[in-house]
């Protein structure tokens, strides 16, 4: 069983809906959580980081839940722009190793 | 500000040959971290350095790949001799810590080995 398990996608969804994301880790020790967006044949950079209290940025929403081990994301109004690979990252105890997800693909369409 | 750096950014090279991959973290930065990413394993950590200092080479696939960082400011990837399999894109990240803990990774653009 994979560490980070990511529905692959693609979603495909006009301009303007909202979509949301899963993701559910096994490991109980993980720490910390983090969404990171990675566009084709680009670099990954950090979306946003998942807090236990669930925490907004703009349009994204993220979500953890400790108990069931699973972290969401929730894009509101989507935008031509936001057609991304969406990563679900967890760190284990206080190590620096991040372990990555498979990635969700966003496909946002006119 | 100049982000991480890595070269080449394309490289094409025949099995059996050795591959050097190098990485410039951003200035200040105290980790460094080697990462692999292909259709079928997705993206993988090979090793991390802090303050030049391996921590974790769990990720490393096997003999043929070293990884070095003589220095704050540079690190190579070595790949010898280099197999079809090895072909990836290679990514550099580096990150400075903080008092919160896991601090956010800055990925360079990576390379892209194609071993034929």
């Known amino acids: 069983r994979k560490e980070v398990e990511q529905d692959p996608g693609p979603f495909n969804v006009p301009e303007g809906a909202t979509v949301a994301f899963n993701c559910t880790y096994s490991?109980?020790?993980?720490?910390?959580f983090f969404w990171y967006r990675q566009d084709c044949r680009k670099e990954p950079k950090l979306l946003m980081s998942?807090?236990?209290s669930g925490n907004e940025d703009g349009r994204f929403t993220a979500q953890l839940n400790r108990a069931s081990q699973y972290i969401s994301l929730l894009i509101r109004d989507s935008k031509l722009s936001d057609s991304a690979t969406y990563l679900c990252?967890?760190?284990?105890?206080?190590?620096?190793?991040?372990?990555f997800g498979s990635g969700t693909r966003l496909l946002v369409r006119p | 500000d100049a982000g991480v750096i890595q070269s080449p950014r394309h490289e094409v090279t025949e099995m059996g040959q050795e591959v050097t991959l190098r990485c410039k973290p951003i200035s200040g930065h105290d980790y460094l971290f080697w990462y692999r990413q292909t259709m079928m394993r997705g993206l993988e950590l090979l090793i991390y350095f802090n303050n030049n200092v391996p921590i974790d080479d769990s990720g490393m696939p096997e003999d043929r790949f070293s990884a070095k960082m003589p220095n704050a400011s540079f690190s190579t990837l070595k790949i010898q001799p280099s197999e079809p399999r090895d072909s990836a894109v290679y990514f550099c990240?580096?990150?400075?810590?903080?008092?919160?803990?896991?601090?956010?990774?800055?990925f360079g653009p990576g390379t892209r080995l194609l071993v034929l």
């Open positions: 998942v807090y236990s």
């Open positions: 990252v967890v760190t284990v105890d206080s190590s620096y190793k991040l372990i």
């Open positions: 490991n109980s020790a993980s720490q910390s």
């Open positions: 990240a580096s990150s400075l810590r903080g008092s919160g803990g896991t601090e956010t990774q800055y």
